[in-house]
Protein backbone atom coordinates (compact mmCIF):
# COMPACT_ATOMS: atom_id res chain seq x y z
CA UNK A 1 0.00 0.00 0.00
CA UNK A 2 0.96 3.55 -1.46
CA UNK A 3 -0.38 6.57 0.39
CA UNK A 4 0.36 9.90 -1.32
CA UNK A 5 -0.25 13.44 -0.44
CA UNK A 6 0.03 15.87 -2.58
CA UNK A 7 0.98 20.15 -1.69
CA UNK A 8 2.36 23.75 -3.46
CA UNK A 9 -0.61 24.40 -5.72
CA UNK A 10 -1.99 27.59 -5.80
CA UNK A 11 -2.91 30.80 -7.67
CA UNK A 12 -0.02 32.26 -9.75
CA UNK A 13 0.24 34.40 -12.75
CA UNK A 14 1.06 33.38 -16.28
CA UNK A 15 4.62 33.26 -16.90
CA UNK A 16 5.00 32.15 -13.45
CA UNK A 17 6.48 29.07 -11.39
CA UNK A 18 5.18 26.38 -8.96
CA UNK A 19 6.27 23.60 -7.41
CA UNK A 20 4.14 20.64 -6.60
CA UNK A 21 5.76 17.62 -4.28
CA UNK A 22 3.73 14.60 -3.56
CA UNK A 23 5.10 12.84 -0.41
CA UNK A 24 4.44 9.39 -0.46
CA UNK A 25 4.18 6.46 2.51
CA UNK A 26 5.58 3.02 2.73
CA UNK A 27 9.28 1.39 2.46
CA UNK A 28 9.00 0.56 -1.13
CA UNK A 29 8.78 3.96 -2.74
CA UNK A 30 12.15 3.47 -4.85
CA UNK A 31 9.87 0.19 -6.74
CA UNK A 32 7.44 2.49 -7.90
CA UNK A 33 7.11 4.77 -11.31
CA UNK A 34 5.82 8.14 -10.09
CA UNK A 35 3.19 10.17 -12.51
CA UNK A 36 1.79 13.36 -12.47
CA UNK A 37 -1.99 14.07 -13.65
CA UNK A 38 -4.29 17.19 -14.17
CA UNK A 39 -8.13 17.43 -14.38
CA UNK A 40 -9.48 20.34 -15.49
CA UNK A 41 -13.40 21.17 -15.14
CA UNK A 42 -15.64 19.31 -17.37
CA UNK A 43 -12.21 17.46 -19.08
CA UNK A 44 -10.99 14.04 -18.08
CA UNK A 45 -7.76 13.56 -16.56
CA UNK A 46 -4.64 13.74 -18.39
CA UNK A 47 -0.88 12.65 -18.15
CA UNK A 48 1.52 15.14 -17.59
CA UNK A 49 4.87 13.83 -16.64
CA UNK A 50 6.20 10.11 -15.12
CA UNK A 51 9.81 8.59 -14.09
CA UNK A 52 11.23 5.72 -13.40
CA UNK A 53 12.22 4.26 -10.41
CA UNK A 54 15.81 5.42 -10.42
CA UNK A 55 15.17 8.30 -12.89
CA UNK A 56 17.14 8.00 -15.70
CA UNK A 57 13.33 7.67 -17.90
CA UNK A 58 11.23 10.13 -18.18
CA UNK A 59 7.98 11.26 -19.92
CA UNK A 60 5.89 14.55 -20.47
CA UNK A 61 3.04 15.66 -22.29
CA UNK A 62 3.77 17.95 -25.52
CA UNK A 63 1.81 20.18 -23.83
CA UNK A 64 4.19 20.63 -20.68
CA UNK A 65 7.36 19.26 -22.35
CA UNK A 66 10.48 22.35 -22.03
CA UNK A 67 8.69 23.78 -19.05
CA UNK A 68 7.82 20.76 -16.68
CA UNK A 69 9.78 19.10 -14.96
CA UNK A 70 9.41 15.79 -13.00
CA UNK A 71 12.45 14.54 -10.35
CA UNK A 72 12.32 12.52 -7.46
CA UNK A 73 14.13 11.89 -3.87
CA UNK A 74 13.81 8.60 -2.75
CA UNK A 75 15.65 8.79 0.39
CA UNK A 76 12.68 10.84 1.08
CA UNK A 77 10.04 9.36 -0.61
CA UNK A 78 8.73 12.40 -2.45
CA UNK A 79 8.28 13.01 -6.20
CA UNK A 80 8.19 16.36 -7.57
CA UNK A 81 6.93 18.55 -10.38
CA UNK A 82 8.53 21.74 -10.90
CA UNK A 83 6.33 23.92 -13.33
CA UNK A 84 7.54 27.32 -14.99
CA UNK A 85 6.01 29.39 -17.95
CA UNK A 86 2.44 28.61 -16.84
CA UNK A 87 -0.32 29.38 -18.74
CA UNK A 88 -3.82 29.63 -18.16
CA UNK A 89 -4.67 26.02 -19.62
CA UNK A 90 -2.53 24.32 -17.00
CA UNK A 91 -5.37 25.51 -14.62
CA UNK A 92 -6.18 21.61 -13.34
CA UNK A 93 -6.38 19.80 -10.12
CA UNK A 94 -3.08 18.01 -9.92
CA UNK A 95 -2.78 14.42 -8.98
CA UNK A 96 0.55 12.15 -8.50
CA UNK A 97 0.23 8.45 -8.71
CA UNK A 98 1.73 5.42 -8.23
CA UNK A 99 2.37 2.30 -10.17
CA UNK A 100 4.59 -0.79 -9.32
CA UNK A 101 7.35 -1.37 -11.81
CA UNK A 102 7.90 0.18 -14.82
CA UNK A 103 7.18 3.58 -15.96
CA UNK A 104 4.35 4.10 -18.30
CA UNK A 105 2.01 6.82 -19.20
CA UNK A 106 -1.80 5.75 -18.82
CA UNK A 107 -4.12 6.46 -16.05
CA UNK A 108 -5.66 3.21 -15.87
CA UNK A 109 -2.14 1.31 -15.15
CA UNK A 110 -1.36 3.03 -11.82
CA UNK A 111 -2.59 1.92 -8.59
CA UNK A 112 -2.28 4.38 -5.99
CA UNK A 113 -3.69 8.28 -5.98
CA UNK A 114 -3.19 11.32 -3.91
CA UNK A 115 -6.28 13.74 -3.17
CA UNK A 116 -5.15 15.96 -5.63
CA UNK A 117 -3.84 19.77 -4.96
CA UNK A 118 -5.64 22.82 -7.63
CA UNK A 119 -3.52 25.16 -9.57
CA UNK A 120 -4.90 28.07 -10.63
CA UNK A 121 -3.20 30.25 -13.15
CA UNK A 122 -4.57 33.58 -13.68
CA UNK A 123 -3.98 35.65 -17.12
Known amino acids: QVQLVESGGGLVQAGGSLRLSCAASGRTFSSYAMGWFRQAPGKEREFVAA????????YYADSVKGRFTISRDNAKNTVYLQMNRLKPEDTAEYYCAAKWGTIVVTTYEYNYWGQGTQVTVSS
Open 51 to 58: INWKSDIT
